[in-house]
């Protein structure tokens, strides 16, 4: 599916490798600096100029770039250090450009088709500029094209032919230091892959290990929805009522409790907001341990629209959901959750660890920051959360997570008929590609496809269940941006894959 991300005064980066059409290619070092041609209009040179910072990586540039081609009010969006990391991390992960064609050049705005080196994924870069006058770019955006410059179908491949190619894959990832976690494939019950690299911890040079836990990110919401769809079945709740049934006026202001219905916090169209706002920022993050303490960030929150009426991903929601839970139930979130999730599946070393307290195998995260020579690492502890919730920030491990899967599909979790619902988008309100705290999507050659994925500084991590192929892909990583390749190659991997497909 085609994304676009154009916005006015926004530097926009949409770096995901290995989507629908790419291939692995071998990994080289880049070429030596080259001149991209393109017309000779004033966008077509400042995307000419772009396209040299993107292809070189070389962060002197970059800094000559944001000075003197972006306008006043781009540049100080963010500080010059934010400019130059996503310099950086453009470069890190595409390892250079090659430049196919031009499809757009005028004056004021100018696109290039062009090949990553590393993944050989087509993409479209596009610089807009402010004025025929000034000829400063106001806004950049990238996004991936249509269909691959090459016509020629991708091979067809055997089962094993897809897990060897999937290891290669990671194997070079790995060894361009681009990935640092562990990766899982299976199909029904039988384990076909499952690889680690990396460290857990780089001060005292720990490896990871197949059962280490990584953080999951926002994956904790499809736990937190399970929770819900349980009690739900019990007639404890419904999905139907709305958010004041269960909860005060202080979570809420009971004009919008009484407009929000546990379904609009399910699958983000409730019209709030993020938890994660400039005042936990300015917050020690030993204030957020229980579920009540984050009541502070959500009860002044105001409506962005009608419950409802449009999609707009919210934090705030699922933490309402596990406020809700422990109404309910009368038991901590946690303990719930434990008790009739984690436990049920198997899930041993899956929960909400504190991070100021010795938890045995965990992962640390870590994240590039890129300078004139390289990039060195910063760790994430004083960065995310000390203790996860209802939002994310959990722990848990490939193997759990395969557990959780095989949970989930079994009915050993819910019935047959409410993970029907959880696992089905919601178009009646205004959620296509979410259900109840699961992502959806449907595409030709894959059948369903439902998870979630997971991210921050030093997280990244992915859940994808392919119900009518019977494959599970796990993939968790302690490095930024580190799961996005490897979900998309296995994708494009078992878009080729020969063998019968398993129906759930």
Same mark, same amino acid.
């Given at each position: ?87 950086? @991390?453009?470069? +890190?992960?595409?390892? #250079?450009?090659? !430049?196919? $064609?031009?499809?757009?050049?005028? &004056?004021? =705005? ?126 404890? @709740?419904?999905? +139907?009522?709305?958010? #004041?049934?269960? !909860?005060? $006026?202080?979570?809420?202001?009971? &004009?919008? =409790? ?126 995310? @959360? ?5 939002? #994310? ?112």
């Amino acid at each position: 599916m085609k994304r676009i991300a154009i916005q006015s005064m926004a530097f926009v980066f949409l770096c995901q490798l290995a989507v629908r059409h790419s291939h692995c290619e071998s990994l080289e070092k880049p070429s030596a600096s080259q001149q991209f041609s393109l017309p000779d209009t004033p966008a077509g040179r400042q995307l000419s100029r772009l396209l040299q910072v993107y292809d070189t990586g070389k962060l002197s540039l970059a800094r000559a770039f944001v000075k003197e081609s972006m306008s006043e009010s781009f540049r100080t969006m963010v500080p010059m250090e934010a400019h130059l990391h996503e310099f950086g @991390l453009f470069h +890190d992960l595409t390892r #250079g450009l090659e !430049l196919i $064609s031009v499809p757009e050049c005028n &004056e004021l =705005a100018a696109t290039a088709l062009v090949k990553y080196r590393f993944s050989g994924e087509i993409w479209n870069i596009r610089v807009e500029l402010e004025s025929k006058s000034s000829h400063l770019v106001k806004a950049i955006a990238t996004w991936p094209a249509d269909r691959p410059a090459d016509p020629i179908p991708l091979p067809k491949l055997t089962g094993q032919q897809v897990v060897d190619e999937l290891a290669r894959y990671v194997d070079k990832l790995a060894q361009a230091d681009l990935f640092s976690g562990v990766v899982l494939l299976a199909k029904a019950d039988k384990l076909l892959l499952l690889k680690v690299y990396g460290q857990a911890s780089k001060s005292f040079s720990i490896p990871n290990r197949l059962d280490t836990k990584f953080n999951l990110g926002s994956m904790n919401k499809m736990f937190t929805a399970v929770a819900i769809a349980q009690l739900v079945e019990q007639g404890k @709740l419904s999905y +139907d009522h709305p958010v #004041g049934d269960y !909860l005060g $006026s202080d979570w809420l202001a009971p &004009e919008i =409790a009484g407009k929000v219905k546990v379904a609009h916090l399910l699958c983000h169209t409730s019209g709030l907001g993020n938890i994660f706002t400039e005042r936990f920022q300015k917050s020690s993050r030993t204030l957020y341990r229980a579920v009540e303490d984050y009541k502070p960030l959500v009860a002044d929150q105001k409506l962005a629209f009608e419950p409802g009426m449009k999609w707009q991903y919210s934090n705030a929601g699922f933490l309402l959901l596990g406020a809700i839970i422990e109404k309910v139930t009368g038991q901590s979130y946690f303990d719930y959750v434990c008790e009739n999730v984690f436990e049920p599946a198997g899930m041993k070393d899956s929960d909400s660890y504190e991070m100021d307290r010795p938890v045995p195998n965990l992962a640390i995260g870590y994240d590039k920051e890129f300078n004139d020579n390289g990039y060195t690492f910063k760790n994430n502890l004083f960065e995310h @959360l000390i203790k996860g919730c209802p939002a #994310g920030g959990g722990f848990s491990t490939a193997g759990d997570l395969l557990k959780f899967s095989e949970a989930l599909r079994s009915g050993r979790l819910v019935s047959a008929a409410t993970r029907d619902v959880l696992l089905s988008p919601k178009p009646e309100l205004n959620s296509q590609t979410y259900g109840y705290g699961f992502e959806t999507e449907k595409e030709e050659g894959l059948g369903r496809i439902v998870g979630h994925s997971g991210g921050f500084t030093g997280i990244s991590s992915r859940l994808d269940m392919y119900l009518d192929l019977g494959y599970t892909v796990a993939v968790l990583s302690n490095y930024s941006h580190g799961s996005q390749a490897i979900v998309g190659k296995a994708k494009q991997l078992l878009r080729q894959c020969s063998e019968p497909k398993g129906e759930e």
